[in-house]
Nanobody
């Protein structure tokens, strides 16, 4: 079975940091782009960041550029989202998703989400 297990969320003060992890299983990790998107209460889903397959090209939304960094660990089948200088507007449930090869925001699968709460 395909699984995308997101973890690492929590409560943090503004200006703080968190690192989210997405552990993938059940598909060939190297052939898939893995990314993150988020959804805050009452708001539309927002794409955050993505890293392509073995080429490792990264893409990041303007709203988090310079604060969030995505990386993948091939050996651990894991993608990380390092979030620094967090702001209250970053509060949301963060999901990871997977799609073949490139980052097009058309996820084949997604994980269950992890809640990030940033207090002011």
């Amino acid at each position: 079975d395909v699984q995308l297990q997101a973890s690492g969320g929590g409560l943090v003060q503004a200006g703080g940091s968190l690192r989210l992890s997405c552990v993938a299983s059940g598909f060939h990790f190297d052939d898939y782009a893995i990314g993150w998107f988020r959804q805050a209460p009452g708001k539309e889903r927002e794409w955050v960041s993505c890293i392509s397959d073995t080429e490792g090209r990264t893409y990041t939304a303007d709203s988090v550029k310079g604060r969030f960094t995505i990386a993948r660990d091939k050996g651990k089948h894991t993608v990380y989202l390092q979030m620094d200088d967090l702001k209250p507007e970053d509060t949301a449930v963060y999901y990871c998703g997977a799609e073949p090869t490139y980052c097009t925001n058309n996820w084949h699968w997604r994980g269950q989400g992890t809640l990030v709460t940033v207090s002011s």
